[in-house]
């Protein structure tokens, strides 16, 4: 096992990004020594300064997006930077022991004799987040369909070049680089930027296309979450990155569009539902069903935004319902961005910044905070509300109402929630994907639980059940 582990890791270098022996690093299979190989040339002083300013900037980027950058990747990174730049250098590859005793793969690299990227962490590894559409099937399948259209004059043509005067924005508003008049030395955030330019054209065509079913069949449909934030808190609706597209649906309608896609190319997401295999189970356990498209776009089909009936799920629903202006702020919308933010916030970082333009936008209405905290007062929403605030001004700098402040600091299931959230944001980025639903079920014990609220108490019984079937499933 660790010598495969070892073999892919070396793979992986190698081949996937393409690194070159220029360096003529020599590594060897594991269980046999590793010869480091002598440098061309000797390492001056400017040259390794240069080079740890290069690796504390890959270090920046991977702290905010850690599941996109691992030790080979950031080493990948840096010794194009460092061929580009003329300096010599040594990458390593190896396993390490772990504290229980376990052994994993690591990446090093060293200029001169210092290792400048690689020393830190070297038990805390970060976990690569699969995206479908990177995968050779899926984008075959995704540039045909996207040729077709754009031949068709159904989706606009979008170069890179029409994007790239909001890189520096995006890269502010996301906090992947506080420098951004350095982002021409980071070709691969450029491509990662290309690459995320291309999958929005693919959302806005199958966005479009299931707009047309829907319309066909004379089904009532809002689209809510990332589409509703883009147009609302972005000046530019790229700006905001969003991995599925998310539907609210009449549940008497729901399971028969979900067939009627299932005989479009589409069918029930592979991790999602685990086991699961008709529409009719999946809807009666969970509040949405989620559907990929063989162009890897995933979609979530709703007829619900709780696990379980509440105040919010209701008054959130009748909001969309209404002739309500998707473009206006809404307390109820802000208290359902908050109890969702918070349910995720193990590893959905973004709804962060998305609150925080909320909250700011919010409080430049001359509003004290007072509306929305008796409208979170009213849906059961009154912590989820402080904390997502607290939890603002703390990380981002939000400004946040005294007595949102008062509240946040006085309540003792307030600060126990800052602190888990916290927590768990830094330690689930290392963990399975399967951690944040069940932490989701302890949050829900924790809020539900310590309610006043009898009607609260019972539901949370009911959705207790519901994660325990869940986590059974994973």
């Not at 850690?66 to 030790?71: Q, T």
């Not at 990174?77 to 229980?100: C, F, M, N, W």
């Amino acid at each position: 096992m660790l010598r495969t582990i070892l073999r892919y890791c070396v793979a992986s270098f190698y081949w996937s990004r393409k690194v070159r022996n220029q360096s003529k690093v020599v590594i060897k299979g594991f269980g046999e020594p590793t010869k480091s190989c002598a440098l061309h040339s000797p390492i001056s002083n400017e040259q390794l300064k240069q080079a740890k300013l290069l690796a504390k900037d890959i270090k920046t980027v991977a702290k905010f997006y850690p599941w996109r950058f691992v030790c080979i990747e950031q080493v990948s990174l840096l010794a194009h930077l460092l061929r580009k730049h003329d300096i010599d250098y040594q990458v390593s590859l190896g396993v390490v022991k772990t504290e229980t005793g376990g052994m994993h793969a690591h990446a090093w690299l060293l200029v001169g004799n210092q290792i400048i990227l690689g020393e830190d962490d070297v038990y805390n590894f970060t976990v690569v987040e699969t995206f479908a559409w990177f995968s050779r099937k899926r984008r075959s399948a995704m540039s045909k369909m996207l040729n077709q259209s754009i031949a068709t004059g159904t989706v606009p043509v979008l170069d890179f070049a029409d994007y790239a005067p909001y890189l520096e924005s995006y890269l502010i508003h996301h906090r992947l680089f506080p420098l951004a008049h350095n982002v021409e030395a980071f070709p691969r955030l450029q491509k990662m930027m290309n690459n995320f330019v291309y999958r929005k054209k693919i959302q806005r065509i199958t966005e479009q296309e299931i707009k047309t079913k829907l319309d066909a069949k004379g089904i009532p449909y809002r689209f809510f979450k990332g589409s509703a934030i883009e147009q609302k808190l972005y000046s530019y609706s790229m700006l905001r990155t969003s991995k599925d597209i998310d539907i609210l649906i009449p549940k008497s309608d729901i399971v028969r569009f979900a067939e009627l896609l299932s005989q479009s190319d589409w069918t029930f997401d592979s991790f999602a539902h685990k086991g699961i295999k008709t529409p009719e189970a999946y809807i009666k356990r969970f509040k949405d069903i989620p559907m990929r498209s063989n162009n890897g776009v995933q979609v979530e089909l709703h007829h619900q935004f709780t696990h379980f009936p509440s105040r919010l799920d209701t008054a959130y629903k009748e909001l969309l319902w209404t002739d309500w202006n998707n473009q206006e702020l809404h307390s109820v919308e802000l208290c359902y961005f908050c109890y969702h933010a918070l349910a995720m916030g193990s590893r959905r970082h973004k709804w962060l910044y998305d609150l925080h333009l909320y909250f700011s936008q919010w409080l430049s209405l001359d509003d004290t905070g007072a509306v929305v905290l008796k409208k979170a007062k009213e849906l059961d929403c009154v912590i989820p509300v402080i904390v997502c605030w607290a939890l603002c001004n703390r990380n981002l700098g939000t400004k946040i109402p005294a007595q949102i402040l008062t509240r946040a600091d006085r309540s003792w299931t307030a600060q126990r929630l800052i602190k888990t959230v916290e927590k768990h944001a830094t330690y689930l980025t290392a963990t399975k994907l399967t951690k944040p639903l069940m932490f989701e079920g302890r949050l829900f014990n924790l809020l539900c639980y310590q309610s006043r609220w009898k009607r609260t108490q019972y539901a949370a019984s009911i959705a207790m059940s519901i994660l325990r079937y869940s986590r059974k499933l994973l």
